[in-house]
């Protein structure tokens, strides 16, 4: 299997800008999950979908985020307008219902917010 | 609101050396995991913990759970540099399916 994809892998872009990360999660689980990671907050959950339907996305910072997930292959997290404290690593990760199964993470996406 | 810390955040330690990294969590929950992050990469699934008494093995490292004390321990068997890179543990938020919440990571640093 390919694992959880991750596009782009680094951005850096300009205050004010629209930043569209996308995932596509590994086929067949019912679970997607957008995480962050800085060295101030340590990784926090964005937002989390099962079976394409946003469940909890009490984690997302404000309104300038947004999250979709279309299809069962495919997820969007956007930020618009972009601010420099939006620098941070972007994972997008995947699992199975079931209590055994783990969280597989994608590689990350590296955003820079200058 | 469930925190869950991790001890010590850095931790130095010689080749052929034994050592435990300490999980806390403050609320009930069955679920435990353990992953493992290189410098630039990716979190790497390293064990989950399903029930108290649970203890997982994998090369070097033994993974424990203690339910009714909320406690974690990620064992250090012998050392190698190959180990260095930073461990996070993660507990299941409750009545969700992976909503975890992690620890702030510690850094290991495995010297010759």
């Known amino acids: 299997d390919a694992g959880v994809i991750q596009s782009p892998r680094h951005e850096v872009t300009e205050m004010g800008q629209e930043v569209t990360l996308r995932c596509k999660p590994i086929s067949g689980h019912d679970y997607l999950f957008w995480y962050r990671q800085t060295m101030m907050r340590g990784l926090e959950l964005l937002i989390y979908f099962n079976n394409n339907v946003p469940i909890d996305d009490s984690g997302m910072p404000e309104d300038r985020f947004s999250a979709k997930m279309p299809n069962a292959s495919f997820s969007t997290l956007k930020i618009q307008p972009s601010e420099p404290r939006d620098s941070a690593v972007y994972f997008c990760?995947?699992?199975?219902?079931?209590?055994?199964?783990?969280?597989?993470f994608g590689e990350g996406s590296w955003l820079t917010v200058v | 609101e469930l925190k869950v810390e991790q001890n010590p955040l850095f931790l130095s330690m010689q080749e052929g050396k034994n050592y435990t990294i300490y999980c806390n969590y403050s609320t009930t929950s069955d679920r435990l995991y353990w992953y493992r992050q290189d410098p630039g990469k990716s979190l790497e699934s390293l064990f989950v913990l399903l029930s108290n008494g649970a203890v997982k093995q994998e090369g070097r490292l033994m993974a424990s759970l203690d339910t009714k004390a909320r406690l974690s321990t990620l064992h250090i068997t012998a050392a190698v540099h190959d180990l260095s890179a930073t461990y996070f543990c993660?507990?299941?938020?409750?009545?969700?399916?992976?909503?975890?919440?992690f620890g702030k990571g510690t850094k290991l640093s495995v010297k010759p």
């Open positions: 990760a995947s699992r199975t219902a079931g209590q055994q199964n783990t969280i597989y």
């Open positions: 993660a507990v299941d938020k409750g009545g969700s399916q992976g909503n975890l919440i």
